[in-house]
């Protein structure tokens, strides 16, 4: 399956530390987010993905089931201790993350699972899929 991370409102707090020269807290949100998705794509690797992406805010990868289910647990942790929400997809193609990632970040269901049947797409929360 393939996979995508992606911070929800990283570019408008990047926008309003920079407009109002709040430069120290830039710096420490960025090095926030860059450490955050290093982990992020170590532990993709760890569960046996391939991670074809990552810069700023953004994974893109691909991984098994198993490890997309493992993901989102561990996304959900981090989101906890974090200053920001990442928003997590998977799906059988590129274009269904990309719908997901969409889907995700504007229901505030941060974990989806894109399905498609035939024209149908349907988007599920991961997380009540592991219970």
Known sequence: MYIAIDGDS??????????????????QFSESIKNTLSRFCRFLED??????????????GRCTEEGVLAMAEYVEQENKKQQIC???????STQ????????????????IRVD???????FRNIRQLQH
């Open 116 to 122: 498609r049947d035939k024209e149908k797409v349907t």
């Open 86 to 92: 990442y928003s997590l997809a998977a799906g059988d």
């Open 96 to 111: 269904d993350v990309y719908l997901g990632l969409n889907y995700a970040k504007c229901s505030r269901i941060h974990y």
């Open 10 to 27: 990283v570019g408008t707090r990047l926008q309003q530390y920079i407009l109002e020269e709040r430069l120290d807290e830039l710096k």
């Open 47 to 60: 569960q046996g993905g391939v991670v074809y992406m990552s810069g700023g805010d953004n994974l893109f």
